[in-house]
């Protein structure tokens, strides 16, 4: 199987992972804020990676690391888990899911545009059609939803949230070609907890109230999300580049719909069928590029 076919399937299957961790969060933490799952999340799959890294002698790779490199991925970091999560939250609370996921949404098309200008990549028509696609069909099945109320600084947010996790995936390709996947996966993680650590007094208080319950779905999450999720990409972008990972992986939204129809027992929509035919079309369109 060549590495163009392992690196799109690196993807799809990191998209399923991280639908997989939305419907673990939908299904136990209505009653959390979405930071809080957040900061309880990073430390969790934190805590499993330096436990991975313990075990395979990884912390010691870490450690010989030029100080450039681990600043980079400190940097990533915080732009994808925290600058940009703290963006696309604050639209969420602000705009609502209807108006807030289309525009987060074209995170890939960001992800292809710095590829193209400061990584060098070629892009070819087919991919750019592909990733339109992708985020067509993202912006259909979301346009089923609730209409909400149009608040100005709450689209600031939405724009600025895709643009910090395209920058955060920029520099995560570029550091892919100087780190082993497992040991950037795991460093970004670390970093990310690290980071979202100056908003732990805020939520203080809503993390002391966090059941067992909520943390076993919050672990389940964690796993699935940002250990098994992360990893994938990371492997993805390695393998064939953010300009095509990205929006490959980008239709975990539609497959998250598509489950919480398939487990949660959720109304059926014609537009996710809409959107997945299209999603489809654009993951075969990118990886036959």
């Not at 450039?68 to 963006?87: C, P, R």
């Not at 696309?88 to 890939?108: C, E």
């Not at 994938?232 to 064939?240: E, K, P, T």
């Amino acid at each position: 199987m060549n590495e163009l076919i392992l690196g799109v399937l690196a993807a799809l299957t990191s998209a399923v992972s991280w639908a997989a961790s939305t419907i673990f969060i939908k299904v136990g933490m209505r009653d959390k804020s979405p930071v809080a799952v957040n900061i309880i999340r990073l430390y969790i799959v934190s805590i499993i990676f330096a436990v991975i890294f313990l075990l395979n002698g990884t912390f010691s790779q870490v450690a010989t690391l030029p100080s450039k490199l681990l600043l980079v991925a400190f940097v990533s970091s915080l732009f994808g888990f925290v600058i940009g999560d703290y963006f696309y939250f604050h639209a969420l609370n602000m705009m609502g899911v209807s108006r807030t996921v289309p525009i987060t949404s074209t995170y890939p098309l960001w992800a292809i545009l710095w590829a193209f200008l400061f990584l060098g990549r070629r892009i070819s028509p087919q991919v750019i059609i592909g990733a339109v696609l992708v985020v067509t069909a993202i912006v259909v099945v979301r346009k089923a939803e609730e209409k909400e109320h149009v608040n100005p600084k709450g689209f600031v947010f939405a724009i600025l949230a895709p643009i910090s996790w395209s920058l955060a995936i920029l520099m995560m390709d570029w550091l892919t070609g100087y780190m082993d996947v497992l040991a950037l996966a795991g460093l970004r993680m670390m970093s990310a907890a690290l980071g979202i650590s100056v908003l732990l007094p805020r939520y203080l208080l809503e993390l002391k109230r966090v059941t067992r319950r909520e943390l076993g779905i919050l672990t389940g999450a964690a796993v699935s999300g940002l250990l098994i999720g992360q990893y994938l990409f990371v492997y993805s972008v390695n393998a064939v580049g953010s300009q095509i990972a990205a929006p490959v992986s980008a239709i975990n939204p539609i497959i998250a719909s598509a489950l919480a129809i398939l487990l949660l027992k959720e109304p059926p929509n014609r537009r996710i069928l809409e959107g997945l035919i299209l999603a489809v079309i654009g993951v075969i369109l990118i990886s036959t590029a």
